[in-house]
């Protein structure tokens, strides 16, 4: 079994109350973390505050590569303990550990960057011989609150930038999943992280602990990761405060009429069933053209049945189980609902405990619940359309609008969709779930308030500008 403390100021706390993990699809106990009061989280906030950090960019680069180099010798163990913690296959959880290499690595890269820039002020007659300089400072204390799915990969987005930028965080990762978080903190840690620039809590009193994440007064911004219904509690509570709220999504994928029906089974495959669909930018809804959907879900059942699912701990299967039983009741009793409303089963709708066959369903209308609503695991529901100007309205007709993909090689209508889909992303002929760690990722409308993650524009979000000027002539 796996334990932590809470990491404060570069130690492991026990304080005797522990938040006990189980393994969804063994239902034993594989780890637990150390539960703090609120009086304490009190205390940890304003010395992390309190706290200044000045590492050269140079030490910055050399501990987050050191951690990747850590962490890329320990694979085994890392993806091993992210599927004790989620039930996600070792498939899943190895990917999972490659991907956090990366943030780490590109948080090292970025950390090198001179990002300044000089302004020559001669250039108007209200002008003087100076020039006007910038520098990026640090927010300061930043409140990172991330959820269950890809429990390191979520919590390393909000960490490495933060210490590739001098910041200090205090994280309260996902209840159900933190083992990943304080195994990832006592790892910087160990590679020479100063203390206090990284502590990490959970509170077995969830709400209050949440609560003081979000409305202490020395925090000076909230970063969540998480549902949309919190991120709106947060909005509501923050205050005057900063804030980036990177919340759900239901991504449509358009086939469109000249699709290669297998090119499209291929993206469906790749952006639908991965870590058990709990992907905020999973394929949500499949929206095909009427001429090849017949084909479409023909090809794409057949795939879908030779899956392997079962067994997270079993190295061939593509999928384990979804975070816990209730979730996959939830989904089993929205697709039911989909069924007698008119939609047809063609796979699984099978369930086992926290396993969830991966399911296909066929004339999905947009407003039957299982897509109305963000259903966050291994469902696969086609919707029917004749035309792109109908396609393009079920697409946005969501409250989410997180990424999207279309398949297709006709370019005006691929640029209409890139154009009028309301999402963060839109891929073509790719799963709206691809990016690169680094690059600009995030959503609008009930996704996110429009600022985007993924590391580059973390950083940005993790410092404020200041200007000075200078004589010159
Ligand atoms: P969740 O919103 O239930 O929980 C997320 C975190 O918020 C947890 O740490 C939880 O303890 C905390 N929390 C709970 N109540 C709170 C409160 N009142 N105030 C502040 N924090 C509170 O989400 P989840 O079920 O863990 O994760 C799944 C959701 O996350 C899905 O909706 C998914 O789409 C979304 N998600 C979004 C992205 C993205 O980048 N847009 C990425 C991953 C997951």
Not at 426 to 453: I, M, Q
């Amino acid at each position: 079994m796996i334990e932590f403390g809470s990491i404060i100021n570069g130690k492991q706390v026990k304080t005797g109350e522990w938040i006990d993990i189980y393994n969804p699809y063994t239902k034993k106990q594989v780890g637990r973390v150390a539960s703090i009061d609120t009086k304490t989280l009190d205390k940890v906030l304003t010395d992390t505050k309190n706290t200044k950090i000045n590492l050269t960019r140079y030490e910055r680069y050399d501990i987050l590569n050191k951690i990747a180099n850590a962490l890329e010798e320990r694979v085994d163990e890392v993806s091993k303990m992210i599927t004790d913690e989620t039930g996600l296959c070792l498939k899943d959880t190895r990917y999972e550990a490659s991907r956090v290499s990366d943030v780490l690595r590109f948080s090292a890269m970025k950390a090198l960057d001179d990002d300044s820039q000089v302004f020559p002020c001669d250039v108007s007659k209200n002008g003087k011989p100076r020039r006007i300089y910038t520098t990026r400072v640090p927010l300061g204390l930043i409140s990172c609150i991330t959820p269950f799915n890809h429990p390191m990969n979520q919590v390393v987005h909000k960490i490495a930038p933060a210490i590739a930028t001098n910041n200090t965080v205090v994280l309260k990762p996902s209840e159900k999943t933190p083992l990943s978080a304080y195994y990832f903190a006592q790892l910087a840690l160990d590679c020479g992280l100063p203390p206090n620039m990284l502590n990490v809590i959970n509170g077995a009193d969830v709400q209050a602990t949440a609560e003081m994440m979000t409305i202490h007064p020395e925090i000076t911004m909230v970063s969540f990761t998480g549902g949309s219904k919190v991120g709106k509690i947060i909005a509501s509570k923050a205050g005057y405060k900063k804030l980036v709220l990177e919340l759900g999504g239901s991504s449509a994928l358009l086939v469109l009429e000249d699709a290669d029906i297998d090119e499209a089974v291929e993206v469906t495959m790749s952006g639908t069933f991965k870590n058990s669909a709990q992907r905020c930018t999973a394929i949500r809804r499949i929206l095909v053209h009427e001429s090849i959907a017949d084909d479409y879900a023909a090809k794409l059942t057949a795939r879908v049945e030779a899956l392997k699912y079962g067994d997270p701990y079993d190295a061939e299967n593509d999928m384990g189980t979804v975070i816990t039983e209730e979730s996959a009741k939830e989904m089993q009793l929205r697709v039911q609902d989909a069924i007698d409303n008119g939609a047809v089963l063609l796979a699984g709708h099978k369930r086992d405990g926290a396993l969830y066959a991966p399911t296909v369903l066929d004339h999905v209308q947009n407003a039957h619940e299982v897509v109305a609503k963000e259903t966050f695991g291994p469902v696969a529901p086609i919707i029917r359309f004749k035309t792109l100007d109908e396609a393009i309205d079920i697409a946005n007709d969501t409250p989410y609008g997180l990424s999207g993909g279309v398949v297709s090689n006709h370019w005006p209508s691929i640029q209409r969709v890139i154009t009028e889909l309301d999402t963060g992303t839109v891929n073509v002929n790719e799963a709206p779930s691809y990016r690169l760690e680094w690059t600009p990722f995030g959503g609008v409308k009930d996704s996110g308030l429009g600022y985007k993650e993924g590391v580059i524009e973390t950083m940005k979000g993790y410092t404020y500008v200041k200007t000075y000027s200078l004589p010159w002539d």
